[in-house]
């Protein structure tokens, strides 16, 4: 049985130049995760209609290489 450990963050109050360079590291990190999308690409996405011939068009390419998928475009599609 293997026993599951969670990760914790401990600072340390080390002010040392490895401990600087981790510290920028870190803040850099958080600062590339922590960006919000753009409101505009979401009106855009929005604002497109989805018809059902273009549902059942995208079903019909798929239908070969992911079935699983062209059926669900297919649901999609009979769903209005």
Not at 14 to 37: D, E, F, I
């Amino acid at each position: 049985m293997m026993s599951t450990s969670k990760l914790t963050y401990t600072e340390f109050a080390h002010t040392g130049y490895l401990s600087n360079v981790a510290s920028a590291a870190r803040q850099l990190l958080a600062a590339l995760l922590a960006v919000k999308p753009r409101s505009a690409a979401v009106e855009t996405v929005v604002a497109q209609p989805v018809s059902t011939a273009w549902l059942h068009s995208l079903a019909q390419d798929c239908e070969r290489h992911s079935p699983n998928l062209s059926a669900e475009l297919r649901f999609m599609a009979s769903r209005g």
